[in-house]
């Protein structure tokens, strides 16, 4: 059982934490009450003050050993993330690499990123004056996070919030708490106060406690949106970053390398039993190509093994709970009797959730307009790009899009005209690298994560200005 030092004393039931694969007991954790919420912020308003006070070298340090120690037990962090999210253990491998990478990146952010010098000469009236600004932290940040990448999504939240100076309030998802108390046990391990971060795992009382409270000065929040509307309502003045997800549209244009389109695709949709924010959903097939897009692409999706997690063949894991599997049932039924046609999968087995491919879907349908989270992917043709374009940016919600051609100009067009926060050219839409601005574009997002672009908005500049007034 894990318990980090505050959890123990407001816990009331135990949590359960079981593979969404087989349902077997992964591990346990203490629930925490939303009533202790005045324990969670006295102990996080003492992490504040230390925060505040370590040195840059030394955050930065720790955040360096956090991440060795990491790369080192990569397997341990691998099997955990399998176990609890089923992901697929080839994929765990690879956020837990990512994770390694974003502590790295948090690490050199706070040795290098503390401000800069402000021309104050350059305006008349200003002569005798000159000065700097700094990046002070904010204090207390409350981190929400989702189940889906339960180890990096965590350290993209920590990581930079360490790396400004702030203490961090932590509530991951009750699916996945273990990947995450895991990385703040090795950051403790690695020279963290422990009062930096507080833990705390429960359900939405215990959310919504966190997101009121006053002396808490920044939500960060990755998940669904109407989790997100709520906490806008509730959350007072205080800083939001949200990433809600997106619905991605990938574009393939018929001068296109064909055979890397496919296999892009196939890649980004079912990566992480779609259960990924800038999976693949829609694909926008120039009608030459279609029909020999969609016979390669269904038939590598058949080819895919859905199944255990752990065992290394497996392509698609299963998705994490039996309502997630019925709501994908659903809106694939809600498009089959809307005229859609079903080309392979819908087909559940338990928690598995076959790789699904519809096209004729009607753009009324809630598969084509919402995210799914789900191993649903829809094919539509179009004519010319503009069409193309104006059906990709239909939806109210954008993370990234993507665009397969080998015309300069057709990549460029789209690049401008696409409502995302993110156009891939020639690369899947769920592509991340962990240092790049990440967020979206329309309802729903706000800020950006990427290591540098959290720090800064955990982070608020303070002005120093000396006027040199003469004897």
């Avoid at 926008?284 to 999706?301: N, S």
Wanted: charged fraction near 20%; glycine fraction near 8%.
């Amino acid at each position: 059982m894990h318990n980090l030092a505050l959890t123990q004393a407001t816990g009331l039931e135990e949590i359960a934490v079981t593979s969404p694969f087989d349902g077997t007991l992964v591990g346990t954790v203490v629930e925490t009450c939303a009533a202790s919420v005045d324990a969670l912020l006295e102990r996080a308003r003492r992490g504040a003050q230390i925060a505040r006070t370590l040195p840059r070298h030394k955050r930065s340090a720790i955040l360096e050993t956090a991440a060795a120690a990491i790369e080192a037990s990569r397997e341990e962090f691998a099997l955990l993330i399998a176990k609890e999210a089923g992901k697929t253990i080839t994929q765990a491998r690879k956020e837990t690499i990512r994770c390694v990478n974003t502590l790295k990146l948090s690490a050199d952010e706070a040795k290098r990123n503390a401000g800069e010098v402000i021309p104050f000469d350059a305006y008349a009236g200003s002569e005798s004056r000159q000065g700097w600004y700094t990046r002070e932290p904010l204090g207390i940040i409350a981190a929400i996070t989702p189940y889906n990448d339960p180890l990096n999504l965590v350290a993209h939240k920590l990581g930079p919030a360490i790396a400004g100076g702030n203490a961090v309030l932590l509530k991951p998802s009750e699916f996945t708490p273990l990947s995450a108390v895991k990385l703040v046990e090795v950051m403790i391990e690695s020279g963290l106060p422990e009062e930096i971060i507080t833990v705390a795992i429960g359900g939405p009382e215990l959310g919504k406690a966190l997101v009121a409270a006053r002396d808490v000065r920044m939500i960060s929040f990755t998940g669904g949106f109407a989790t997100g509307e709520a906490i806008a309502k509730t959350a007072g003045l205080k800083k939001l970053a949200m990433d809600l997800g997106g619905n991605a549209p990938v574009i393939v244009m018929e001068n296109c390398n064909f055979d890397a389109a496919v296999e892009a695709c196939v890649s980004g949709a079912y990566w992480a039993a779609g259960q990924n924010c800038i999976g693949t959903q829609r694909i926008l097939i120039q009608r030459p190509i279609y029909q020999q897009f969609k016979a390669k692409f269904v038939a590598d999706t058949k080819k895919l093994k859905t199944g255990n997690p752990l065992d290394a063949d497996t392509d698609v894991g299963p998705l994490i709970s039996e309502k997630a599997v019925s709501r994908a049932i659903a809106m694939v039924e809600r498009a089959l009797a809307a005229g859609a046609t079903l080309l392979c999968g819908h087909r559940p087995a338990g928690n598995l959730y076959p790789p699904t491919v519809l096209e004729d879907v009607p753009i009324s349908c809630d598969v084509w307009g919402e995210e799914v989270f789900a191993p649903i992917v829809i094919l539509q043709p179009f004519d010319g790009l503009a069409d193309a374009i104006g059906l990709a940016n239909g939806p109210d919600y954008s993370l990234h899009a993507a665009i397969f051609t080998n015309d300069l100009e057709a990549a460029l067009e789209t690049a401008s005209k696409i409502e995302a926060g993110g156009v891939m050219v020639n690369d899947s839409s769920d592509y991340r690298f962990d240092a790049m601005p990440f967020g979206g574009f329309k309802y729903g997002s706000m800020g950006r994560e990427g290591v540098r672009f959290a720090y800064e908005d955990m982070t608020q500049p303070k002005v120093v200005c000396i006027n040199r007034l003469k004897p």
